[in-house]
């Protein structure tokens, strides 16, 4: 699995998303774990909410299990969101952390985001709990999720540690911060994407896209869809998206989730695709995502098929 160093820590291409795993079996979720591990997969998304911190118990059920594991991993988490509202305070900030380390069975957190930004936020408070957190060796690097340039600029300004990480929603289907680019001086809609791609390239902050399977829809029944685009209820809508990855499957001996995962990988920001999945046997259909040698006329034609206009 190819890695990148994020401040300092080495972490795969790939993430594997633990969001969805408070109701499965933790033999469940150690399997997948396991299968992460073997495929050079070693970093995983938390956040002190998934589960009302069920998620984070889980992981710290099998890392108390096995002595040997927690060095084998990368663990993130991010905290922010409470019920109702976000809360990037001082306090708030140490606690969750403090109740993430306890539910992880950890002594520390590899990777802290912001998981939403606070129109409240002070960024003293915020440089306050960060520092104190390094100091500690409670965190040892720091980011934000879903924050736009204008509020990275912000809130860097008064921080002592550079956030090295925006984890921004993303997949083949829905791409705003891709197609805001390309529409420039166009009648095209996109969105309010502030150039958030090309700043984060510009300061070397990794993109960690989430989502990166999944199309939302209403059907002409009514009936509103939220789930993978490569399932057999989407492909109707995303019929030629479908058919291409399929097509480019074939060519490439691997699966169509491995190259809707490597079209992802394949963008030269070097971004990072976090894979919510919660059973193994699903996993193992992107071993291959960071291997293929995918073409720049075959990312464009993705793109294109998933119903995105090139100007």
């Given amino acids: 699995m190819e890695q990148k160093t994020i401040g300092g820590i080495k972490s795969g291409r790939l993430v594997l998303g633990s969001m969805r ?48 594991l927690r060095e084998k991993m990368v663990l993130q988490t991010k905290c922010g969101i409470r019920g109702g509202w976000y809360d990037l305070s001082y306090n708030h900030i140490i606690e969750s952390v403090n109740g993430s380390l306890k539910r992880l069975n950890t002594d520390y957190i590899d990777i802290l985001l912001l998981h939403r930004p606070d129109t409240l936020m002070r960024p003293e408070s915020v440089a306050k709990a960060f520092d104190e957190l390094e100091k500690s060796g409670k965190v040892r690097v720091f980011g934000v999720s879903n924050f736009s340039a204008a509020q990275i600029d912000y809130l860097q300004s008064a921080l002592n540690q550079k956030l090295q990480i925006n984890q921004l929603q993303m997949s083949a289907v829905y791409c705003p911060i891709i197609d805001s680019g390309i529409n420039v001086n166009t009648d095209a809609n996109c969105g309010n994407a502030d150039g958030i791609l090309e700043y984060c390239r510009r300061h070397n902050i990794t993109i960690q896209t989430y989502g990166t399977m999944q199309c939302a829809f209403t059907d002409e029944t009514g009936y509103f869809y939220s789930g993978a685009f490569v399932t057999p209820h989407a492909k109707k809508k995303y019929f030629a998206l479908n058919f291409m990855l399929e097509g480019l499957a074939q060519k490439y001996d691997t699966t169509p989730e491995s190259i809707a995962v490597a079209w992802v990988l394949h963008h030269p920001a070097g971004m990072q695709a976090i894979i ?25 034609k993705i793109y294109e098929s998933a119903l995105h206009k090139i100007p």
């Avoid at 079996?25 to 050079?40: C, K, S």
């Avoid at 998304?45 to 009302?52: F, N, R, V």
């Avoid at 992107?286 to 464009?300: A, F, H, K, Q, S």
Wanted: charged content about 25%.
């Fill in 276 to 300: 919510g999945t919660t059973l193994d046997k699903h996993l193992d259909l992107y071993r291959d995502c960071c291997d293929i040698p995918m073409t720049d006329y075959e990312w464009y």
């Fill in 21 to 68: 795993i408070a109701d499965k079996p933790i033999g469940n979720t150690e399997r997948l774990v396991r299968l992460a591990l073997d495929m050079g997969i070693n970093t995983f998304d938390h956040a002190d909410i998934y589960g009302g911190g069920a998620c984070e118990q889980i992981y710290g059920n099998i890392i108390k299990s096995d002595a040997g």
